[in-house]
């Protein structure tokens, strides 16, 4: 992959696939550190996998508390600018649009919200897989500045990496 200045003649269609390349090994990445750094019986998916208690490395220390949030609006990001708009002047509204849905969950994990939102869930979650855990999302999830900030910084990293890969200065 090249991070320096694009030679005249690169289709669109490799910065996309570039692009989807990126966030698909960032979400990748993503699921190895919930695998090696995570409660498995915590983990929507890991704990049908794997036994009780299984133990976790923690591998990414205390950085493996935020980088989840990073990678989540990073990629996605990546995937939206990838897939649905690939014009650069469509890249400040698509990070924007992630940037405030990713902190909306944030906040939303705050006790009072989370309550609330809990209580306001429709019952027929209960029997569609993905939307049966949203309830337990809101709350025992927990609500932490320093997510804010992660988010923040993956969409910072997003905007610079489509700049980079469409041969724009950042």
Request: proline fraction near 4%; glycine fraction near 6%; include cysteine.
């Amino acid at each position: 992959m090249h991070w320096g200045c694009r030679k005249k003649g690169v289709t669109l269609m490799s910065r996309q696939r570039e692009m989807l390349a990126i966030a698909i090994g960032a979400l990748c990445m993503g699921v190895l550190l919930y695998a090696l750094d995570r409660q498995h019986d915590h983990v929507y998916f890991l704990s049908a996998w794997t036994p009780a208690n299984s133990p976790t490395a923690r591998v990414f220390g205390t950085l493996g508390n935020y980088l989840p949030t990073f990678i989540h609006v990073y990629a996605f990001i990546l995937l939206t600018a990838a897939v649905a708009a690939p014009a650069m002047n469509k890249i400040i509204p698509i990070c924007l649009a992630w940037f405030t849905l990713d902190c909306l969950f944030e906040v939303a994990q705050i006790d009072s919200s989370a309550r609330w939102i809990a209580q306001h869930i429709p019952d027929w979650f209960s029997g569609v897989p993905f939307l049966e855990n949203t309830a337990s999302y809101f709350l025992f999830g927990t609500f932490d500045v320093l997510d804010l900030l992660s988010i923040a910084a993956g969409t910072v990293a997003a905007y610079v990496t489509i700049r980079i890969s469409s041969g724009k200065r950042v």
